[in-house]
T-cell receptor, first 116, second 111 residues
Framework: EAQVTQNPRYLITVTGKKLTVTCSQNMNHEYMSWYRQDPGLGLRQIYYSMNVEVTDKGDVPEGYKVSRKEKRNFPLILESPSPNQTSLYFC???????????????FGSGTRLTVV | GQSLEQPSEVTAVEGAIVQINCTYQTSGFYGLSWYQQHDGGAPTFLSYNALDGLEETGRFSSFLSRSDSYGYLLLQELQMKDSASYFCAVSSSGGSYIPTFGRGTSLIVHP
């Protein structure tokens, strides 16, 4: 089944403890992206990747890192999480950015992160 | 940059028709798309408009007017399961075609 898999689904952590949220897709997609969703603010892009080893900042990149060493994986790294990073996170992918615009992005099921 | 405006909430009754509006500001407009998201779930793609006019997909239709920088999503024969959040997203050539999402409209369908 074609899908985007995020792990974990839920995570409670403490301030300053490094964490990684994994994202994997099995559709050979070139484009992958991370979003955070907060009440009343919609989906805001954190980072995106056009292809392996090609990443760029989105609208809210502060406090996050990403890497794209393999086509299928696009992990989101919080080196020193803070409470303002408590949010619902989504990974998304598409064949490429243009195809995603036209035919839609495939989103993962989300990771609900709480930083205390 | 890009910006979008959509109502925060819309309510309607089962069986009715509802329209969710979206106005946008961008340069190098490429297209307007719509996503549905049930509470806390993954957003799912509904439709895409690049040219003026109406695109119909079953009970859902999406309209675009490029000259007015305006679009809407039309939901007909509303069902309870249509209660969800709906996001419009605008893409532009200047933004590498990566969409910017609106803040979402919560649709509440009453029996």
């Amino acid at each position: 089944e074609a899908q985007v898999t995020q792990n974990p689904r839920y995570l409670i952590t403490v301030t300053g403890k490094k964490l990684t949220v994994t994202c994997s897709q099995n559709m050979n997609h070139e484009y992958m992206s991370w979003y955070r969703q907060d009440p009343g603010l919609g989906l805001r892009q954190i980072y995106y990747s056009m292809n392996v080893e090609v990443t760029d900042k989105g609208d809210v990149p502060e406090g996050y890192k990403v890497s794209r060493k393999e086509k299928r994986n696009f992990p989101l790294i919080l080196e020193s999480p803070s409470p303002n990073q408590t949010s619902l996170y989504f990974c998304a992918s598409s064949l490429d950015a243009l195809a995603g615009t036209t035919y839609g992005y495939t989103f993962g099921s989300g990771t609900r992160l709480t930083v205390v | 940059g890009q910006s979008l405006e959509q109502p925060s909430e819309v309510t309607a009754v089962e069986g009715a028709i509802v329209q969710i509006n979206c106005t946008y500001q961008t340069s190098g407009f490429y297209g307007l798309s719509w996503y549905q998201q049930h509470d806390g779930g993954a957003p799912t793609f509904l439709s895409y408009n690049a040219l003026d006019g109406l695109e119909e997909t079953g009970r859902f239709s999406s309209f675009l007017s490029r000259s007015d920088s305006y679009g809407y999503l039309l939901l007909q024969e509303l069902q309870m399961k249509d209660s969800a959040s709906y996001f419009c997203a605008v893409s532009s050539s200047g933004g590498s075609y990566i969409p910017t999402f609106g803040r979402g409209t919560s649709l509440i369908v009453h029996p």
